[in-house]
Nanobody
Framework: QVHLVESGGGLVQAGGSLRLSCAAS????????MHWFRQAPGKEREFVAR????????YYSDSVKDRFTISADNAVNTVYLQMNSLKPEDTAVYYC????????????????WGQGTQVTVSS
């Protein structure tokens, strides 16, 4: 059983930075691709970025590309999301998830989720 714990959220002014962490433990998670999602009040959960534990397979949503950087540290089993030039519209609960790609159905399958960490960006 993989356990994911996010941390690093908080309140920041627009233009500021935060670094989120997602610590993984238990089970065999090295084969998963780690994702960050976010969900703002009244909105659907939105994909933010993903990375494999080897540091490849990096992909960002258009809304965060060039501002956010995802990375993975195998030594401490932690995935990071460095968020720069934050905007009020980045305000959301941020979740990390461990996913595997289903080649037959051409979709990601999210097996494990963290509890989320709140990010609030004031204008």
């Amino acid at each position: 059983q993989v356990h994911l714990v996010e941390s690093g959220g908080g309140l920041v002014q627009a233009g500021g930075s935060l670094r989120l962490s997602c610590a993984a433990s238990g089970g065999t998670f090295s084969t998963y691709v780690m994702h960050w999602f976010r969900q703002a009040p009244g909105k659907e959960r939105e994909f933010v970025a993903r990375i494999s534990w080897g540091g490849s397979r990096i992909y960002y949503s258009d809304s965060v590309k060039d501002r956010f950087t995802i990375s993975a540290d195998n030594a401490v089993n932690t995935v990071y999301l460095q968020m720069n030039s934050l905007k009020p519209e980045d305000t959301a609960v941020y979740y990390c998830a461990a996913a595997a790609y289903n080649d037959r159905q051409y979709r990601w399958e999210y097996d494990y989720w963290g509890q989320g960490t709140q990010v609030t960006v004031s204008s």
